[in-house]
């Protein structure tokens, strides 16, 4: 008996993410593009929560390449996660009510924006999001953009650098 794994074939279109210098109280947006070359689709997760100035959403009245699969609506392709702690009561009903209670779909997470989403990338087709930054206080941002492919370890082709600064208003 044999078997072979199926994975996505993932990867982000864009080399880095540099937003350079920005003042406080302003905003910018660049476009990420993920694109799956494979024939199912993936799951990714993006946890930005130790980046408070930043975030991912959909382009504004922008069109998904490739098709949405059985119904899919264009809000299920980025939902907002939130952790909630599993009660002993929780532990006991099945996974998929468990699966419900601790991903949520909600505009605001304990009052603040959602730092953590759970993204849709179909099967043959490119998802674009916006990375947002719109930095709170002077301060120099450098890090790997935190994106994981789920059930995958290590993902180098969604490896990328994000730079930022934030400016003080003349």
Request: one cysteine or more.
């Given at each position: 008996?044999?078997?072979?794994?199926?994975?996505?074939?993932?990867?982000?279109?864009?080399?880095?993410?540099?937003?350079?210098?920005?003042?406080?109280?302003?905003?910018?947006?660049?476009?990420?593009?993920?694109?799956?070359?494979?024939?199912?689709?993936?799951?990714?997760?993006?946890?930005?929560?130790?980046?408070?100035?930043?975030?991912?959403?959909?382009?504004?009245?922008?069109?998904?390449?490739?098709?949405?699969?059985?119904?899919?609506?264009?809000?299920?392709?980025?939902?907002?996660?939130?952790?909630?702690?599993?009660?002993?009561?929780?532990?006991?009903?099945?996974?998929?009510?468990?699966?419900?209670?601790?991903?949520?779909?909600?505009?605001?997470?304990?009052?603040?924006?959602?730092?953590?989403?759970?993204?849709?990338?179909?099967?043959?087709?490119?998802?674009?999001?916006c990375l947002s930054f719109?930095?709170?206080?002077?301060?120099?941002?450098?890090?790997?953009?935190?994106?994981?492919?789920?059930?995958?370890?290590?993902?180098?082709?969604?490896?990328?650098?994000?730079?930022?600064?934030?400016?003080?208003?003349?």
């Open positions: 008996l044999t078997a072979e794994a199926i994975i996505p074939d993932v990867s982000i279109e864009q080399e880095e993410f540099d937003f350079s210098g920005v003042t406080i109280g302003a905003t910018v947006r660049q476009q990420i593009d993920i694109k799956n070359e494979g024939n199912i689709p993936a799951i990714l997760f993006i946890d930005l929560s130790q980046h408070p100035d930043f975030t991912v959403e959909l382009p504004r009245g922008g069109e998904q390449t490739g098709s949405l699969e059985d119904g899919n609506e264009a809000e299920s392709l980025l939902v907002p996660v939130t952790n909630t702690r599993l009660t002993k009561e929780s532990r006991m009903r099945d996974d998929a009510t468990r699966a419900s209670e601790t991903e949520t779909q909600a505009d605001t997470v304990d009052g603040e924006a959602p730092s953590k989403f759970k993204l849709l990338c179909n099967a043959e087709s490119t998802l674009t999001l719109s930095p709170s206080n002077v301060q120099s941002h450098a890090f790997e953009l935190p994106l994981t492919l789920a059930g995958v370890s290590s993902a180098p082709r969604l490896r990328r650098a994000v730079v930022a600064e934030g400016l003080r208003p003349r």
